[in-house]
């Protein structure tokens, strides 16, 4: 019997909190047929697949990650802005470790829905690197850089990759103002100055 009021949505969010806490791939229909308090069979009233479910959470995690990211950028440029776009990242990845691994991969060709979310993110990172040259393929490499590099120091920092005896935190900072440099479009360009 289908709980009441439990909704598509109520399930994707259950699904959501489960990934934060057991990992996005070992979210199962029956942990969150257990979680919303239903039998697993009955999940299925609510949500088609174990597919549709880790779908519903990548575009739910997407969202977030937007909305996170718009509010600490907003009214920002230039360094700020990445400084500010950085942060919020790695805060939200920190706090996020299932759903920020549900966001990782390109949405499917003809998902319109989830390429949107995905674009939102996206939009918000190209503003953020607006202010360091031309638009173009470049901004493109850009994104693409900051992207991984963010994703690799967050990673690596919430699965616990740091043991080093040195402040993360200062570690962290000079990653970010080395991609600052890096990204500034009046930068040294390779050996010699040659382009």
């Known amino acids: ?16 909190a489960l990934a934060d806490e057991v990992g996005f791939t070992n979210v199962s229909m029956g942990l969150v047929a257990e979680r919303v308090g239903v039998r697993t069979p009955s999940l299925y009233k609510h949500v ?15 969202r977030e990650l937007g909305d996170a990211l718009a509010r600490a950028t907003v009214g920002l440029s230039g360094p700020d802005a990445v400084r500010a776009f950085a942060d919020a990242h790695r805060r939200w990845v920190l706090d996020h470790p299932g759903r920020y691994a549900a966001t990782i991969r390109a949405p499917e060709a003809d998902d319109e829905e989830d390429r949107r979310a995905g674009d939102d993110v996206l939009r918000i ?18 994104a693409r850089a900051l992207r991984s590099a963010l994703h690799g120091f967050a990673s ?20 970010v103002d080395t991609l600052i ?4 479009p009046d930068r040294p360009t390779g050996a010699g100055g040659a382009g």
Request: no cysteine; net charge positive.
């Open 1 to 16: 019997m289908p709980r009441a009021g439990l909704a598509p949505a109520a399930v994707v969010a259950a699904g959501a």
């Open 156 to 175: 690596l920092e919430s699965a616990g990759g740091f043991g080093l005896p040195r402040d993360v935190d200062r570690s962290y900072r000079f990653l």
């Open 125 to 142: 990172l190209l503003d953020v690197l607006a202010g360091f040259g031309p638009p173009g393929a470049g901004t493109i490499d850009a």
């Open 181 to 184: 440099t890096g990204l500034r």
């Open 48 to 62: 088609d697949s174990l597919d549709a479910l880790r779908r519903g959470i990548a575009i739910q995690a997407k």
